[in-house]
């Protein structure tokens, strides 16, 4: 199992460009998220899909959109990149309950530059 | 150490000595916490986890402790190695959803 995959790794962007980053799980889990990780400081919730066909709001949600395309698959979209928005992302999946409910897999990230 | 602006806490500690890293969590409602490990350029990596029941638990090499009446949690390391240089965070359920709360991250330095 590759377990959370992420594409690309490595962007850069001109500010006004926008591109989607790519995520994609093979452990069947239902909760996808997406986070950003600025320089000194934690994962902060972007957006996530508690389940195949729901999409809700995380901490920081301004100027990116998702789409849960299947079950295995969750993108994150920025229509009009950003200076401010120069982070890693990355995506992580999880599956409710069993032995450890909230543990979250991550992806390796995607490291995004916009200048 | 406190954290300011863009700077994370540091812990720099001897190989073979043992490694407490300490963490606040913010609502009291939380019932699970969950330690991750963060090695340079990779996603982060489950360590251990802890159910609000419980005030203690073991794993290879790590122990998580937890203090619910002044919402702290902590990880001890033994006989910390080169390879356990990382950021750790501590993260707290959101009884929101199956969301999960980041604390900042502490770095860990080991010096051989």
């Known amino acids: 199992n590759a377990g959370v995959t992420q594409t690309p790794k490595f962007q850069v962007l001109k500010t006004g460009q926008s591109m989607t980053l790519q995520c994609a799980q093979d452990?069947?889990?239902?909760?996808m998220y997406w986070y950003r990780q600025d320089p000194g400081m934690g994962l902060r919730l972007i957006y996530y899909?508690?389940?195949?066909?729901?999409?809700d709001k995380g901490e920081v949600p301004n100027g990116y959109n998702v789409s849960r395309l299947n079950k295995r698959e969750f993108s994150l979209r920025l229509e009009s990149a950003a200076p401010s928005q120069t982070s890693v992302y990355f995506c992580?999946?999880?599956?409710?309950?069993?032995?450890?409910?909230?543990?979250?897999?991550f992806g390796p990230g995607t490291r995004l530059t916009v200048t | 150490g406190e954290s300011v602006g863009l700077h994370l806490p540091t812990l720099s500690v001897q190989e073979g000595d043992n490694s407490i890293i300490n963490c606040a969590y913010s609502?009291?409602?939380?019932?699970?916490f969950i330690w991750y490990k963060q090695e340079s350029g990779k996603g982060p990596q489950f360590i251990i986890d802890i159910r609000s029941n419980m005030d203690k638990r073991q794993g290879q090499r790590v122990t998580v402790l937890l203090n619910k009446t002044v919402k702290h949690l902590s990880l001890q390391i033994a006989a910390t190695q080169p390879g356990d240089s990382a950021v750790y965070f501590c993260a707290e359920n959101s009884r929101n959803g199956n969301k999960l709360v980041f604390g900042a991250g502490t770095i860990l330095r080991v010096k051989s």
């Open positions: 992580a999946s999880s599956e409710a309950g069993g032995i450890r409910p909230y543990e979250q897999y």
């Open positions: 452990m069947n889990h239902n909760s």
């Open positions: 609502n009291s409602a939380s019932d699970y």
């Open positions: 899909s508690a389940s195949e066909g729901t999409t």
